[in-house]
């Protein structure tokens, strides 16, 4: 078996010893560096409560505020400017039938089969994250998000040639070159093995709070990564901003945390293995890209204690909190309705979260997807990832639970296709 990577290590955790003290710190450098923090906060807030109200405004009135894109329609050229502009601005976007829905609802029906020849249901959630602190704590005791990664279905489904075709076209959204270099290959992606989801009605346990993945306090404290990735808002200049600027992005460290993704993606994302919309328990997202930007900018105003962030805690998602970010947790939106084989997809900067409870009337299920460009990062984390998926091992950014190790029913290496394998990082681009 021979791995084409660039480096033998993935890259350690960032490890802060006296956060509190860090914090206060780099809250002080910060604010001198912007030409007046106050004011520059002021002005951005109202730019982003206009948008904000724009938002109210088309999701009261029933209109489509998330952009929605039949995956027929995009041909050789993919989004058409008027598109790409929309997708730009809120972030996110729907692609419908991204996949046959019949070969979907045979995924659906195989991975049902999967979970529980697997044994997932004699021994649930062995090693369940504390990523998410501000996860329901509801009665329901079932489980609904499952670790398991190496099923045929989710294997078939991150290799397909549609899937492919998408991540190209939101790959090229970005802006990927910075000073004369390459910052990743918008045509070439690597595999994030990532699990799956099965809410079942009643639940009322894993309604997730607004939230954005990719770091929390390292956002502010990390300089060579993250404050480069924010220069612009840092320095002031906050209209000059641009979320899709892939400059400094595959540079970030965060700090170690089970579901803490090692990969840059330039969109989250899952495919829809059921149908589900507003009510069943599924997606919520605050379709603006500019609103992780100003929470940046709130945490430096002076109505926040020196060694806090706006209530950002270490190895934990960044929460978008009622307290400090009211203003645009106003434009919190449910996605419409799904169907077997549409797709959404988000910004990496976009808050989301997941309804309360699921009041709906059938499972409301999907697989966690979401689009890694080829770039050094990212082949770096690829072996580790592929050792995982040899042995049956749970992949190395998450728990180790290992449900599959050793299970006879997983994907084997001969179950992937050429494009599978140059993902997966086993064969040569």
Known sequence: ????????????????????????????????????????????????????????SLRDE???????IDFNSLGKEGFNDEQKST??????VIIRNTFDRTLVQEWNSELGSYLKNVGYYENPDKGLDKYFSSLQKGEYQHPQIFSVYWSPPQVQARQHENLAKVKKYLNGLWKNQFNGKTVFDPNRECTYADRTRRRQPGDNSLGIKPHVDGGS?????????????????????????????????????????????????????????????????????????????????????????????????????LSCDPKWHE??????????????????WWHGDVIHAVEDEHNGKESSNVIYIGAA?????????????????????????????????????????????????????????
Not at 87 to 92: A, Q, V, Y
Not at 375 to 399: H, M, R, T, V, Y
């Open 87 to 92: 997708i730009k601005k809120r972030g996110c």
């Open 1 to 56: 078996m021979i791995f084409l990577y660039l480096v033998e290590a993935i890259i350690m955790g960032l490890e802060i010893k006296d956060i509190k003290a860090e914090i206060a710190s780099s809250k002080k450098l910060l604010r001198k560096r912007s030409i007046d923090y106050t004011a520059v906060f002021k002005e951005m807030s109202a730019s982003i409560e206009e948008e904000i109200n724009e938002i109210k």
């Open 217 to 317: 306090v390292e956002r502010w404290l990390e300089q060579s990564g993250f404050q480069s990735v924010y220069r612009k808002l840092l320095d002031g200049k906050w209209k000059e901003h641009d979320p899709f600027d892939a400059a400094y992005r595959t540079e970030t460290t965060q700090i170690s945390s089970p579901a803490v993704c090692s990969m840059f993606r330039t969109f989250q994302g899952w495919i829809a293995l059921s149908p589900q919309g507003p009510g069943d328990g599924t997606l919520q997202l605050i379709p603006n890209i500019r609103v992780l930007g100003w929470m940046i900018l709130r945490a430096l105003q002076d109505d926040v204690p020196d060694d806090e962030l706006c209530g950002a805690q270490p190895g934990r998602a």
């Open 373 to 429: 460009p080829y770039c050094e990062k990212n082949a770096k984390f690829l072996k580790a990832q592929g050792e995982s998926f040899i042995s049956g091992k749970s992949s190395p950014d998450f728990a180790a639970e290992d449900y599959e190790y050793n299970f006879e029913g997983r994907a084997r290496l001969n179950d992937l296709s050429e494009l599978g394998k140059k993902q997966m990082g086993f064969e040569a681009w």
């Open 62 to 68: 029933g209109s489509s505020v998330i952009p929605e």
């Open 327 to 344: 203003l645009v947790l106003e434009g919190l939106c449910t996605i419409p309705k799904m169907q077997p084989g549409d797709s959404v």
